[in-house]
C-alpha cells in the first residue's frame, strides 16, 4: 500500500487485527477475498472520492455477497457494528452518518453499478455533510487544499 492519511486514534487498536486479517486471507487466497483487498487497496490510493467509493462499494460488494437490501444491510452491520461511527472525527466535529444511516444508500449505489441503471443524482452532487449536532462540516481536500464540502456520498470509507 502506498501513503495514506493519519488513521483515526479510535480504530489504532483494531489495526493489529486488520493486518493479521488480511495477511491471512492473503496466505489462504480466494479470488473473492483477494479481489476485495485490491478494491479496497486502489480505493485508499485513489485521490477521486467518487472513484474512491466506487472501488469501497466494489470490495464490499464481493465481500458480503449480499443479493437483497436486507441482507446487505444486516450483513454490512453485523461487520463493521450498526452505530459505529462512518467517518472518523475530524477538527471540524464528528460526522453524524453511521453504518445503519448509510446502508441502504450503498446497496442503492451498487444495485445501480452492477445493473447498469442511472446513478442517481444524490450519488453525483456535492453536498455537505452534518455533524452530530446537526452543523454542516467544510473540510480540506485535494492537493491544493481548497475549501470544498464532504460529498453526499456517505461511505464509511470516505475519509481513509
Not at 495514506?4 to 480504530?11: K, V
Not at 467517518?87 to 444511516?101: A, C
Request: charged share 20%; aromatic share 12%; with cysteine.
Amino acid at each position: 500500500m502506498g501513503a495514506h492519511r493519519n488513521f483515526d486514534s479510535r480504530f489504532e487498536a483494531d489495526l493489529p487485527l486488520v493486518v493479521a486479517g488480511v495477511q491471512r486471507a492473503f496466505t489462504r487466497g480466494g479470488v473473492r477475498l483477494i479481489n476485495a483487498l485490491n478494491f479496497f487497496e486502489l480505493g485508499l490510493d485513489a485521490t477521486n472520492p467518487y472513484l474512491q467509493f466506487f472501488l469501497w462499494t466494489t470490495a464490499i460488494d464481493d465481500l458480503l455477497m449480499a443479493i437483497t437490501q436486507a441482507n446487505f444491510r444486516d450483513r454490512l452491520c453485523d461487520l463493521f457494528g450498526a452505530n459505529r461511527f462512518v467517518l472518523p472525527s475530524t477538527e471540524f466535529g464528528q460526522p453524524k452518518y453511521r453504518v445503519q444511516d448509510v446502508a441502504d444508500d450503498i446497496f442503492g449505489l451498487r444495485s445501480a453499478i452492477a445493473h447498469g441503471q442511472e446513478i442517481l443524482p444524490k450519488f453525483r452532487v456535492i453536498n455537505p455533510f452534518e455533524d452530530d449536532r446537526g452543523k454542516v462540516m467544510a473540510v480540506l481536500l485535494g492537493p491544493r487544499r481548497t475549501m470544498r464540502y464532504y460529498t453526499n456520498v456517505r461511505c464509511f470509507c470516505c475519509a481513509a
